[in-house]
C-alpha cells in the first residue's frame, strides 16, 4: 500500500473551512470575542479564526466554549440558517420587504427548515403598538409553487388574492368551485390578547368568491422573540 505523505502547507491547504455556530452563541450569550478567549486562555484573534472557519477546532474547543456560553457542544458545532424576513405586519396589511434594500434574517434557538420565514409586526396604530416585534413563523413553499395550502382552511394565514399586490393576513373559507371567503381581521389576535380575554378571530371585513394568487398557513407566533433567544444576523 503506498502511503502520500502530505506536508503543513499541503494538509492547510486541503482543510475545509467547515461553517459553525460559534459566533451565533457567542452573540447570544451577551459576551464579546474577548471575554471568551480570556475565560479559555486564547488570544481574541484565534476566537475569531475559529468563527470564521479559518482555523479549525476540535471537539475538546467546543466542549470548552460550550461551557463557557452555557451551550452544549454541538450548539456550537453545528451552524443554523438563520430565517429571513418576509415583511412587516400592520394591521392586517403584510408589507413585504423591499428587495433593494439589505434583507433582515434571524437566528432561532431552535432548527428550522429552509423554506422557513418570518413577518415581523410593526403596527402603526398606537393601539396596537403594544404588540410590535412580534415574529410570525410560516412557510414560503406556497409563494414559490403559487398554491393554496389546504392547512389554511379556517386558521390564520398569510395570503395575497389574484390580482392584488398587497399581501394580507386573513382566515381562509374553502368555497364550491374553487372559490374562497377571506376572513380579515383588525389585526391577527392581539384586541383579545390585550384584554386579558382568549384569544379569538374576530372579523371586521370577510371578502366572499375570491380565487387567491397563494396562501400558506401561520405556523407559529413568537410573542417575545427577545426573550426566545432569537437574535438577528449581521
Known amino acids: 500500500m503506498n502511503v502520500v505523505a ?80 418576509f415583511g412587516y405586519l400592520d394591521g392586517n396589511k403584510v408589507n413585504v420587504c423591499d428587495p433593494t434594500e439589505a434583507p433582515r434574517a434571524f437566528y432561532t434557538p431552535y432548527i428550522t427548515t429552509p423554506d422557513r420565514r418570518f413577518v415581523m409586526s410593526n403596527h402603526t396604530a398606537q393601539n396596537k403598538r403594544w404588540a410590535n416585534g412580534r415574529m410570525y413563523s410560516f412557510s414560503n413553499l406556497c409563494i414559490e409553487r403559487q398554491c393554496v395550502d389546504e392547512h389554511c382552511f379556517m386558521r390564520l394565514s398569510i395570503v395575497k388574492i389574484k390580482g392584488d399586490k398587497q399581501v394580507r393576513f386573513g382566515v381562509v373559507y374553502p368555497e364550491p368551485g374553487g372559490t ?55
Open 6 to 85: 502530505l506536508n503543513k502547507e499541503e494538509t492547510t491547504a486541503k482543510t475545509l473551512k467547515m461553517p459553525n455556530n460559534l459566533d451565533v452563541m457567542i452573540r447570544r450569550s451577551g459576551m464579546l470575542n474577548k471575554d471568551v478567549a480570556d475565560r479559555k486562555g486564547i488570544r481574541p484573534e484565534t476566537v475569531s479564526r475559529h468563527i470564521s472557519g479559518a482555523l479549525q477546532f476540535t471537539l475538546k474547543d467546543a466542549e470548552e466554549y460550550a461551557v463557557i456560553l452555557g451551550c452544549t457542544p454541538q450548539d456550537i458545532l453545528f451552524a443554523q440558517n438563520a430565517v429571513p424576513l
Open 180 to 234: 374562497f371567503s377571506i376572513g380579515f381581521n383588525s389585526d391577527s389576535h392581539t384586541d383579545s390578547e390585550q384584554g386579558g380575554a382568549p384569544p379569538t378571530l374576530i372579523h371586521t371585513e370577510i371578502k366572499k368568491e375570491i380565487i387567491l394568487a397563494w396562501a400558506t398557513p401561520i405556523v407559529s407566533c413568537i410573542l417575545q422573540p427577545d426573550l426566545m433567544g432569537m437574535i438577528e444576523k449581521k
